[in-house]
Structures are given as C-alpha cells and as structure tokens.
C-alpha cells in the first residue's frame, strides 16, 4: 500500500488544469476527492506519472440554478451536494443516492464529477445521471463542450472524456412539482459498493404515474437506463400490480456481471424486485 | 443502526472489584498518545519490505535482486537462498501426534513457495516508499505447480503435494473417544447427520502487524519491538530459532491494537527483521500493509466438520461423532495443528451423553496457513453441535430451547464430568436461558412467526437460540503436556509497594486492548487497600515484566489475575508481619482491613499499608532477619479450565425476495462468573458478537481453483460496521468459578463462540417451510435467495 513515485500539481483555474493534463501526456490523472484513485495507486494497480489535482479550483465547486437546469460543479463534495436545497428541490433522486454513497468520511472526500468521471458501473451516481437526462459540461484542448448522460459512459471505467480533457460540471434538468424520486441500493454491508441499485424519479398526477425516469446501477458495464420499465409506466395507473408488472422490464438490455458479490441471474433477479420497490417509494405506493 | 445504549453505572461501593470503572487505557488511546510498533523511530533505522509470490504453489528457478539493490536508496536485498542458512525454520509449539508431518517452514522460501503471499525476497532501504520500488526490480521466475485448495481432493489418492518430501498432504490424525458410540447409535431410535463448513476467516485486528529491531553490535543484545500478544513467547523462540542467548533478547510490545490471536504468533517478519538487523548492524522496520496482510497474516477458522448425533425419540441425547477436516494451510505456525484440539473437547458442550468419538485429520493446502482465531476451536465446536440440537429438534418435532433443556447438566449436577473428560466446576444454565427467555419475549416472537408463515408474508420471521459453554482460562500445564504442547498454561504477577505507598504491578500477561492495567488495578486496590489511581500495571515488556505465558484463550484475568491475588497475599502477609513488630503486638492479633492494620482489641494502634511501605523502605525497625522489601512475585498454574456460558437468542427478519437476513433483535445473558468490571465485559461482548455475527452474515475468505484469495482487500472482505449490526441487549448471570480464588470465568471470547449458531439457527428457523435445513456461511442474501429456490444449502452459490 505504498504508491510509486508521481509527480504532483495543483493548478488553480480550470484552463491551467488542462494545460498541464496536455503536457504530461497520456500517462497523467486527474485527482478529484482521490476516493477511488488513492486506494488504486496504493494498491499500484496504476502508475501515472503526474497527478493533477483539482481541489483549488474554486469555480469547479458548488451548485447553481441556470434556468431549467441545477448545475453541479464537479469537484462538489457528496456531503455538500445531499444538503444542497437546489439539489434536494429539483434533483431529489441525486440528493437520495448519494446520500448512499460508502460512508460519512468518503461522503465528505469524494465528489459527484470524480464519481461520474470515474465511470464504475457499480458506483450509484452514474446511473442517477443516465436517469436524470444529465449532461456533462467538459473542457479541453479544444474547448467547452457538452456530452448528454446517454453517450458519457463508454464502457466499464470508460468515459466518453477526451484526452486532456476534464468534467467541469453537471447540468441536471430540473424535475419539479409532481416528480418524487428515490434510490434503492442492495449492499450487503453500509459501506459496500451497490450489488444492484435501481434509481428511480415518478411523476405522479392523482392516481396515474404520468412519467418516470429509471436508471440501474452494476447490471451492465456502464449504467443502464430502464427504458422498458419508463414506457410501462408511462400514463399508467399508480397502484402496486402495474409497478410489478412493469419492473419485470427492469432486465430488458442488461449485461450484468458475475462476481464474488453476485451472479448475474442473481442480480438479473434482484433488478425486478429493486425496480418494483423503487418506483412504489418514489410513487408513494404500498 | 446500533443505538447508543446506556453503559453500566459506575457506582462506588467501596469495593473496587465489580465497579464499572471507566477504562484507564482509554483517555491515552482517544488522544493519540499511543505508542504503536509503527511510530517508533530510531536512528539509522532502514526500512525493509517482502516480495511475495502470486502464485499459490511453484518451483523456484531464479531469484534476481541486483537490480534491486543498484537502486539508490536501497540498503541490501537477499533471496531466500541467500539468507537461508541464518533464518533457519519458523517454530512450531504443538506437535499433537509423535507422527505429525511438520515441514521445514523457510521465513523465505528457497526452492518453492507453497501459498499466494509465501515471500521470496526481501529488501532493504532508507525509507519505505523506496522499498517499495526496489520489489518491483527483482525478478524471480516461477516453475507452477499444481495448486492443492480443496480440503476433500488434497487427501484423495493422486493429488499434487504441498510438501512433496513429506508424501502426503495429511498433517495428522488425532482420535479421541469417551464411552462407545457405535454402541449408542444403535441403541438410538433418531440418528441425524450434518456437514458443517467453516469458512476461512481474516483476522482484522485495528493495527496491522509490525517490527522493529533495534540491535548493539558490541555486547550482542537486540530489542524486538513487536505488534503482538506474546512478547514472552517471542523471546523465547526467537532464542530457540536463530540461537541468540535469551538472555541477550528483550521483547517489548508497545501499545498493541488488538490481535484476536492472529498476533498470537512467531512470524517470518520478526524473524527477518532480527537477522537483518544483526547483518547490517543497524535497526530495521517493517510495517504491514492491509492486503499484504490479508496474505501474510494467519487465517482463522477453516473446517469441514461431518457430525453425527444419536438420540432416543423422547429427545435424549446419547451420542455424538465428530469428523473433522482441518484445513492447515501452507505450513504450521505456531499452534495451527493444535487449534481443533481445543475444539475436540467442546462438542458435548452442556449436554449429557454417553458416547463420543471425534476425529480430527490436519490437512495441507497451498493457502495462507491458519492459527488461533478468537476462541480457536470452540467457535467450530460451539457452531456444529448447536447447529446440530436444531436439527435434532426439528427432527423430533421439538422446541429448540425445550430439547436442550431437557438434556443439558442441571446445576445441582456440578462439578460434572463430562462425556469429553472435562469438569466443569459450576454453572447454572437454567437460570441464563430464563433470564434471556424473559428478555427476548420469545413467546410472543414465536406467535409473530406463525402468524407470518399463516399470511405468506415475503418477510419471514426466525428465531435462533445458543445455549453454549467454552473451555477457556488456558491452561492447566498438565492437561497441556498431555496434549503435547510446548510449553505450560501458568501466569505470573508481582507486586512492588513503593516508599510513597504507590504500587506497582507487573503482569506476564500482556494487554492488547483488553483493558488489563484497568481490571488489574481494581483487583489490587481492593485486595492491598490502596487507591486505584495508586497502582500502576506494568506489562509487555521483557525487562519490565520479565516472566509471563502472554495473552490468548481468555486466560488473562483467570490465570494472571489469580496469580496477581497470591502475589497481593504475599505482600500483605509480609506487610502483617512487619506491622506487628512496628507496633509491638503478635503477628496473630494483627488484622487487615481496607488497607489498615490494627491490632484487636487496641483499635487506635494501627498502621497503614503506606505507612508500612515507607517504614519497610527506611527499613530502620524491621524484625531480626527480615529483607527491607515489600515486594513479591507469584506464578499460578490453574488446576483446571473455566467454563463460561450463557443464552444466545437472535430473531431475524429474512426477505425472501431478496434473501437478505436483518437482526431484528438479540439477547444474552452470559455467565463469566465473577466479575471485575462490567464495563470492560460488556465490552468484551459485544466485539465478540460483532466478530461472530460477521461469521455468520459477512466474512469469508474465498480462494479460487487456482489458491489465489479473491477477497484481498477489505473492498471485497466485508467487515461488518456498527452500522450493520442491531442493537445488543445483554445481561449476566453470575455464578462464580469454584476453581479459582477470584470466582472468575473469562470473557474474551464468549460472545464470538456463542453468537454464529444463534443467527444461522434463526435463519434456517425462518426458511424451515420452504424445505431449508442448512445455509452454508456466510448466509449472504444471494445464499438465502438460491436455497429459497432450489430448496438447497446455498452453499454452491458464490
């Protein structure tokens, strides 16, 4: 648990963030809160040769209303983003996953861009993103430019970020009035990573649910969004037989993973009942 | 989420003993001012580091460390071959059986490494991170040879050898038998049969393991500074081992965060790290890494137990047999072949029987090897013939709480031998489980559970019970002998009574989080009459506390602290004389109290302790003859074991759409005998559940085909936090020990051994309708969901 040698920078704007990504080449990192990344050097699973630390960049930190949209800067702490107001107000599902993230020490380290940045299907951010219609504001050699949820996450741990690019911030378009969200994560300790989490936003008007939003966390190698599941319930009517029927579809265009913390029929398995719970919570049904 | 439950009262009584003093330890440990192994410093100190094999089990064709040691920083770098000669064979204590196979055990190995983190080289450099990097540039190429995992398969004809010299991959077999069991079950109207499987375990003390060598050249002598449990034990194989004179040798274990008996041992590091520092002439350090030492430190538990109970159809029991695979691992540490042993005893537990027969067969396995793991056989024990009585109950169609009853010792039976050649001194096993009964509302618990089988209710309800008793205070140094282990079971104290009438205590046993200096010093304030705050206790240090069998088996407070009360009774005694001659009466007309002597019948000619302390110290008035000292030392070697026990009660909520098992609720009531503080028990218990709670819901040490461990990493071994565990209820129930003076019992490892079958118990209760008889540990959710559907164990799921 002894990382090799790297060299180390602290840049404080975003534009010298990236000049420094771009001369050190391929081989250099971006350190966000170093939550996943710290634990990867120690282990010396990784060895870039500079780490480029983003933690002085003021303006890559905090949230803010753009008109239809909450946007989280990236290098928002986790703890500060679960009591941030916009983000509890327009955003709850994202305020209710990451309050399930690991534990209050990592909670108050990590940060919703290196989180997302970081792309582990089991990690419950992803997915809530994919749910959510986000999208990711990224800046680098060539500019600003702006990546949708749907095409950020490549593929396990691969994101759609350029070389010497860097995730500046999040734009979440707001889900207000009638929407209600929750997340439901299975681990099997408080702080182990999701075996399966369905993230899911209702919109409910009387007795139908006029629009959900559902995202699955590590049933594939990227977060997955359950677009059967949306079109099921889709002006459908609130009550507990239809959400069940409808999560059945949570397992339709997934690819999970078998591994020590579950099989993939498992965790196929899993996804319905999550799904089911899920939607019921966020709909306020049972 | 654990509520925060109100801790025993510290109510002053006047009595030290059984006051719920606060911890004095503590108030050093909560503000940093610890000294761990790894925060000593010394001057000229290096840094060495281990490169560890990959592989589970391959021949050695090449070690290269020069591009190692071209590296600037880097001190030296030694192969196993190059240091072969000095390092010499790790020790083992405990040979069971004249025939044991006990192989050469290289702290490097030389021509092959025989589990994934065996270590092959070693580095030495200026800082750690140095070292580090100088693993990295040796190159060492591996010849693979087949990897030996399964238990079954390593003693199946044909299979590829962990030791090829030794030409069997069987360690040993150790028979043991009271009365006649082929007899028993014949007679038996019932006979019900289960294999039980207990998974490897990693023990994960709070500080990792750690050395430091601090050598001087000119005269010889080397101080090992140690993470460990037996700084006595150390010194005396570290002498053995490599022959330096014993007496050149001074262990010292620092401040020690916990060890659970995975410090309870003699390791390649320490080893190592002494002849390094003698090569080089300067001091070495070497601290381990989480996942280095997931691989380096020993595994607990890791058994195949096949047992049988034979029992008439009214529920009596007759007979047990007990088959068990131990699984050895890689080589033999210090007491690995021993561990079961412990065990071999406990299977009839509380119960009456007429017949047992167990045996126990070593095996060798291309894994990290394993050792003492809190309770070290009992915990095995404990699980199997718990487990099994549930069987046996559901097979009579009988109430679990109501079979053991009618079968286990009623204590107007005791001292009882048991049908294992024990004798437990005292108990009273009727009165815990009804004290726990009344706690847990287990009728009303039993009614919810009808009631949600009667609805269907995807949430089921199981309860759980333990009844379980453990041989602990280790050991009698007799019983050892017959057991042929190495060395004895017996502890020493000594008193020093200071000119100012302060006390010093010296205990061999040497404290790694227990809470000794605190129970120590409330046992000497009451038996010399001193303040508490008046004593200190000194321990962990060769120097200092220079005799001592160390700590393990929960034989602190029932041999050290027994030894300290004959070592208080030496003083006073001597003190009692003294006063006498000091105030012109006879020795017989002199009595103690509370620190005071006064002579009967003269209640104003009277001295205190202090006062004789100080007037022993000027020693200007002392009787003819006497030595001008106040001090004494005393060893105790206990005549028999203590047996603990107590009621386990565990009600588990399992969802049976997703398999996953919640603690709804648990309840014990222990019985430790005595007690000295019931801070420091109720704290002893509720780590102890919390280690066997993870053992039944979490932990699990898995290795694939191929030997590597596939939870190296505290990512993928799942440590329970007190955010996963409910909230404890517990109790006592006292019923003090007649074997020693103190009525005391032990408590270290009660809850660890009590609490597994509790919880497996209440979730094979909650599935019993849907056909599961058994669930393989851990009982993860995907375990319950697979035996919820295929009406199997689980135990093929992961």
Same mark, same amino acid.
């Given at each position: 648990m002894i990382p090799a040698r790297v060299e180390y920078v602290a840049p404080h704007s975003v534009t010298e963030a990236v000049g420094a990504l771009v001369e050190a080449g391929e081989d250099a990192k971006v350190l966000a809160g170093g939550q996943s990344l710290l634990p990867v050097l120690r282990l010396r699973m990784a060895y870039p040769s500079v780490l480029v630390d983003l933690g002085r960049i003021d303006g890559m930190r905090g949230v803010r209303e753009e008109g239809s949209s909450v946007v989280v800067g990236a290098m928002t702490r986790h703890s500060d983003v679960i009591d941030d107001p916009l983000v509890r107000r327009y955003a709850a599902l994202l305020?209710?996953?990451?309050?399930?993230?690991?534990?209050?020490?990592?909670?108050?380290?990590?940060?919703?861009?290196?989180?997302?940045?970081?792309?582990?299907?089991?990690?419950?951010?992803?997915?809530?993103?994919? @749910?959510?219609?986000?999208?990711?504001?990224?800046?680098?050699?060539?500019?600003?430019?702006?990546?949708?949820?749907?095409?950020?996450?490549?593929?396990?741990?691969?994101?759609?970020?350029?070389?010497?690019?860097?995730?500046?911030?999040?734009?979440?378009?707001?889900?207000?009035?009638?929407?209600?969200?929750? =997340?439901?994560?299975?681990?099997?300790? @408080?702080?182990?990573?999701?075996?399966?989490?369905?993230?899911?936003?209702?919109?409910?008007?009387?007795?139908?649910?006029?629009?959900?939003?559902?995202?699955?966390?590590?049933?594939?190698?990227?977060?997955?969004?359950?677009?059967?599941?949306? @079109?099921?319930?889709?002006?459908?009517?609130?009550?507990?037989?239809?959400?069940?029927?409808?999560?059945?579809?949570?397992?339709?265009?997934?690819?999970?993973?078998?591994?020590?913390?579950?099989?993939?029929? =498992?965790?196929?398995?899993?996804?319905?009942?999550?799904?089911?719970?899920?939607?019921?919570?966020?709909?306020?049904?049972? | 989420m654990t509520e925060l439950l109100a801790s025993p009262p510290d109510v002053d009584t006047g009595q030290e003993i059984g006051r719920a003093r606060r911890r004095k330890e503590d108030a050093k440990l909560v503000n940093g001012q610890t000294l761990w192994t790894d925060s000593i410093n010394l001057p000229g100190m290096?840094?060495?580091?281990?490169?560890?094999?990959?592989?589970?089990?391959?021949?050695?064709?090449?070690?290269?460390?020069? +591009?190692?040691?071209?590296?600037?920083?880097?001190?030296?770098?030694?192969?196993?071959?190059?240091?072969?000669?000095?390092?010499?064979?790790?020790?083992? &204590?405990?040979?069971?059986?004249?025939?044991?196979?006990?192989?050469?055990?290289?702290?490097?190995?030389?021509?092959?490494?025989?589990?994934?983190?065996?270590?092959?080289?070693?580095?030495?450099?200026?800082?750690?991170?140095?070292?580090?990097?100088?693993?990295?540039?040796?190159?060492?190429?591996?010849?693979?040879?087949?990897?030996?995992?399964?238990?079954?398969?390593?003693?199946?004809?044909?299979?590829?050898?962990?030791?090829?010299? &030794?030409?069997?991959?069987?360690? $040993?077999?150790?028979?043991?038998?009271?009365?006649?069991?082929?007899? +028993?079950?014949?007679? %038996?109207?019932?006979?019900?049969?289960?294999?039980?499987?207990?998974?490897?375990?990693?023990?994960? /003390?709070?500080?990792?393991? /750690?050395?430091?060598?601090?050598?001087?050249? +000119?005269?010889?002598?080397?101080?090992? $500074?140690?993470?460990?449990? !037996?700084?006595?034990?150390?010194? #005396?194989?570290?002498?053995?081992?490599?022959?330096?004179?014993?007496?050149? !040798?001074?262990?010292?274990?620092?401040?020690?965060?916990?060890?659970?008996?995975?410090?309870?041992?003699?390791?390649?590091?320490?080893?190592?790290?002494?002849?390094?520092?003698?090569? #080089?002439?300067?001091?070495?350090?070497?601290?381990?890494?989480?996942?280095?030492? $997931?691989?380096?430190?020993?595994?607990?538990?890791?058994?195949?137990?096949?047992?049988?109970?034979?029992?008439?159809?009214?529920?009596?029991?007759?007979?047990?047999?007990?088959?068990?695979?131990?699984?050895?691992?890689? *080589?033999?540490?210090?007491?690995? %072949?021993?561990?079961?042993?412990?065990?071999?005893?406990?299977?009839? /537990?509380?119960?009456?029987?007429?017949? $047992?027969?167990?045996?126990?067969?070593?095996?060798?396995?291309?894994?990290?090897?394993?050792?003492? *793991?809190?309770?070290?056989?009992?915990?095995?024990?404990?699980?199997?013939?718990?487990?099994? !009585?549930?069987?046996?109950?559901?097979?009579?169609?009988?109430?679990?709480?109501? #079979?053991?009853?009618?079968?286990?010792?009623?204590?107007?039976?005791?001292?009882?031998?048991?049908? /294992?050649?024990?004798? *437990?001194?005292?108990?009273? *096993?009727?009165? +815990?489980?009804?004290? %726990?009964?009344?706690?847990?509302?287990?009728?009303?618990?039993?009614?919810?559970?009808?009631?949600?089988?009667?609805?269907?209710?995807?949430?089921?309800?199981?309860?759980?019970?333990?009844?379980?008793?453990?041989m602990c205070g280790l050991a009698p140094s007799r019983v050892l002998g017959s057991l042929s282990y190495g060395a004895g079971g017996w502890e020493a104290a000594g008193i020093r009574m200071l000119p100012t009438g302060k006390v010093e205590v010296v205990t061999g046993a040497s404290a790694h989080g227990q809470g000794h200096e605190t129970a120590w010093s409330q046992i000497a304030a009451d038996l010399l009459g001193v303040p508490f705050e008046d004593v200190e206790v000194i321990h962990g240090d060769t120097q200092s506390s220079p005799k001592g069998m160390d700590t393990y088996g929960s034989r602190s407070l029932v041999v050290g602290g027994v030894a300290l009360h004959l070592a208080a009774g030496k003083v006073v005694d001597k003190a009692r004389r003294i006063a006498a001659h000091l105030l012109e009466a006879s020795e017989d007309d002199v009595q103690f109290d509370k620190g005071v002597f006064s002579v009967k019948g003269s209640p104003e000619a009277k001295l205190t302790i202090q006062e004789v302390a100080l007037a022993t110290f000027a020693a200007h008035n002392l009787p003819d003859g006497m030595e001008p000292s106040l001090d004494s030392d005393a060893v105790y070697d206990p005549e028999n074991f203590s047996y603990p026990h107590g009621t386990h009660l565990c009600a588990v909520e399992v969802d049976t759409e997703t398999g996953r098992s919640t603690i709804r609720s648990y309840v014990c009531v222990d019985d430790v005998g005595s007690v000295i503080n019931p801070l420091i028990v109720e704290g002893q218990v509720h780590g102890g559940l919390a280690q066997g709670i993870a053992q039944a819901l979490y932990e699990e040490a898995a290795y694939d085909a191929d030997g590597n461990l596939l939870t190296g990493t505290m990512a993928d071994y799942l440590l329970p936090s007190a955010a996963d565990l409910p909230a404890f209820v517990t109790d006592r129930t006292e019923t003090p020990a007649t074997s020693n003076p103190l009525g005391v019992k032990g408590v270290g490892e009660a809850g660890t051994i009590a609490s597994t079958p509790a919880v497996i118990n209440a979730i094979v209760d909650a599935l019993r309708p849907f056909g599961v008889n058994d669930l393989a540990m851990p009982a993860t959710p995907e375990r319950v969901w697979r035996a919820l559907h295929g009406g199997a164990d689980g135990g093929g799921a992961r």
């Amino acid at each position: 648990m002894i990382p090799a040698r790297v060299e180390y920078v602290a840049p404080h704007s975003v534009t010298e963030a990236v000049g420094a990504l771009v001369e050190a080449g391929e081989d250099a990192k971006v350190l966000a809160g170093g939550q996943s990344l710290l634990p990867v050097l120690r282990l010396r699973m990784a060895y870039p040769s500079v780490l480029v630390d983003l933690g002085r960049i003021d303006g890559m930190r905090g949230v803010r209303e753009e008109g239809s949209s909450v946007v989280v800067g990236a290098m928002t702490r986790h703890s500060d983003v679960i009591d941030d107001p916009l983000v509890r107000r327009y955003a709850a599902l994202l305020a209710s996953a990451t309050a399930t993230v690991a534990d209050p020490q990592v909670r108050h380290r990590g940060t919703f861009g290196g989180a997302l940045a970081h792309a582990d299907p089991a990690g419950d951010l992803p997915a809530v993103a994919v @749910a959510l219609d986000a999208e990711m504001v990224a800046e680098g050699p060539g500019g600003r430019r702006t990546i949708p949820a749907s095409e950020f996450f490549v593929d396990y741990l691969q994101t759609a970020l350029e070389p010497g690019e860097i995730l500046c911030e999040v734009r979440i378009p707001k889900l207000d009035g009638e929407w209600s969200a929750h =997340y439901e994560k299975f681990n099997r300790t @408080a702080q182990a990573w999701a075996i399966v989490g369905v993230a899911a936003a209702v919109r409910r008007s009387n007795g139908t649910i006029v629009e959900a939003r559902v995202g699955l966390t590590n049933m594939s190698s990227t977060p997955v969004r359950a677009r059967g599941v949306e @079109a099921a319930l889709a002006g459908a009517s609130a009550d507990a037989a239809t959400v069940a029927d409808a999560a059945t579809r949570a397992v339709e265009g997934t690819n999970p993973p078998s591994d020590l913390s579950g099989q993939a029929d =498992y965790r196929s398995h899993l996804a319905t009942v999550l799904t089911r719970r899920a939607v019921s919570r966020a709909a306020h049904i049972g | 989420m654990t509520e925060l439950l109100a801790s025993p009262p510290d109510v002053d009584t006047g009595q030290e003993i059984g006051r719920a003093r606060r911890r004095k330890e503590d108030a050093k440990l909560v503000n940093g001012q610890t000294l761990w192994t790894d925060s000593i410093n010394l001057p000229g100190m290096a840094h060495f580091a281990l490169l560890r094999s990959p592989m589970a089990h391959a021949r050695i064709t090449s070690v290269d460390v020069s +591009a190692a040691r071209a590296l600037p920083g880097v001190i030296a770098a030694f192969s196993g071959a190059d240091l072969a000669d000095q390092l010499g064979s790790l020790p083992t &204590a405990w040979p069971v059986t004249p025939e044991m196979v006990s192989p050469p055990h290289p702290p490097l190995a030389v021509d092959e490494v025989r589990y994934a983190g065996d270590a092959v080289a070693v580095v030495v450099a200026r800082d750690r991170y140095t070292a580090a990097d100088a693993l990295e540039a040796i190159s060492v190429d591996y010849d693979p040879l087949p990897a030996v995992v399964d238990l079954e398969a390593a003693l199946a004809e044909g299979s590829p050898l962990v030791h090829a010299d &030794a030409g069997t991959n069987r360690c $040993y077999v150790w028979p043991f038998a009271g009365g006649d069991y082929a007899a +028993a079950k014949a007679a %038996a109207d019932v006979v019900v049969r289960r294999r039980f499987v207990q998974q490897r375990l990693l023990p994960t /003390a709070m500080e990792p393991r /750690a050395v430091v060598v601090d050598p001087v050249a +000119a005269s010889g002598e080397i101080t090992v $500074y140690s993470a460990t449990q !037996i700084p006595h034990v150390l010194r #005396l194989m570290l002498a053995l081992t490599i022959g330096i004179p014993e007496q050149k !040798i001074r262990v010292i274990a620092p401040d020690v965060g916990g060890g659970f008996g995975s410090k309870l041992d003699v390791y390649a590091e320490e080893v190592i790290g002494v002849v390094l520092a003698q090569k #080089l002439g300067r001091p070495v350090k070497w601290t381990e890494s989480r996942s280095e030492g $997931y691989q380096a430190t020993i595994h607990g538990r890791g058994q195949i137990q096949d047992i049988e109970i034979a029992a008439r159809r009214d529920g009596t029991i007759l007979g047990m047999s007990v088959d068990l695979l131990a699984d050895m691992g890689a *080589y033999l540490q210090l007491v690995t %072949a021993g561990v079961p042993l412990l065990g071999a005893f406990m299977y009839p /537990a509380i119960y009456k029987m007429d017949a $047992y027969s167990f045996t126990c067969t070593g095996v060798f396995t291309t894994k990290t090897p394993t050792d003492a *793991y809190r309770g070290a056989g009992r915990p095995e024990a404990t699980y199997a013939v718990e487990r099994i !009585i549930d069987e046996l109950a559901h097979e009579l169609g009988r109430d679990p709480v109501d #079979l053991r009853r009618q079968n286990w010792i009623r204590h107007e039976e005791f001292p009882y031998t048991t049908i /294992a050649g024990l004798t *437990y001194d005292s108990g009273n *096993y009727e009165a +815990a489980t009804a004290k %726990a009964l009344a706690l847990f509302d287990y009728d009303g618990l039993r009614a919810e559970q009808a009631a949600r089988r009667d609805r269907n209710d995807p949430v089921q309800l199981g309860i759980g019970v333990s009844t379980f008793t453990e041989m602990c205070g280790l050991a009698p140094s007799r019983v050892l002998g017959s057991l042929s282990y190495g060395a004895g079971g017996w502890e020493a104290a000594g008193i020093r009574m200071l000119p100012t009438g302060k006390v010093e205590v010296v205990t061999g046993a040497s404290a790694h989080g227990q809470g000794h200096e605190t129970a120590w010093s409330q046992i000497a304030a009451d038996l010399l009459g001193v303040p508490f705050e008046d004593v200190e206790v000194i321990h962990g240090d060769t120097q200092s506390s220079p005799k001592g069998m160390d700590t393990y088996g929960s034989r602190s407070l029932v041999v050290g602290g027994v030894a300290l009360h004959l070592a208080a009774g030496k003083v006073v005694d001597k003190a009692r004389r003294i006063a006498a001659h000091l105030l012109e009466a006879s020795e017989d007309d002199v009595q103690f109290d509370k620190g005071v002597f006064s002579v009967k019948g003269s209640p104003e000619a009277k001295l205190t302790i202090q006062e004789v302390a100080l007037a022993t110290f000027a020693a200007h008035n002392l009787p003819d003859g006497m030595e001008p000292s106040l001090d004494s030392d005393a060893v105790y070697d206990p005549e028999n074991f203590s047996y603990p026990h107590g009621t386990h009660l565990c009600a588990v909520e399992v969802d049976t759409e997703t398999g996953r098992s919640t603690i709804r609720s648990y309840v014990c009531v222990d019985d430790v005998g005595s007690v000295i503080n019931p801070l420091i028990v109720e704290g002893q218990v509720h780590g102890g559940l919390a280690q066997g709670i993870a053992q039944a819901l979490y932990e699990e040490a898995a290795y694939d085909a191929d030997g590597n461990l596939l939870t190296g990493t505290m990512a993928d071994y799942l440590l329970p936090s007190a955010a996963d565990l409910p909230a404890f209820v517990t109790d006592r129930t006292e019923t003090p020990a007649t074997s020693n003076p103190l009525g005391v019992k032990g408590v270290g490892e009660a809850g660890t051994i009590a609490s597994t079958p509790a919880v497996i118990n209440a979730i094979v209760d909650a599935l019993r309708p849907f056909g599961v008889n058994d669930l393989a540990m851990p009982a993860t959710p995907e375990r319950v969901w697979r035996a919820l559907h295929g009406g199997a164990d689980g135990g093929g799921a992961r």
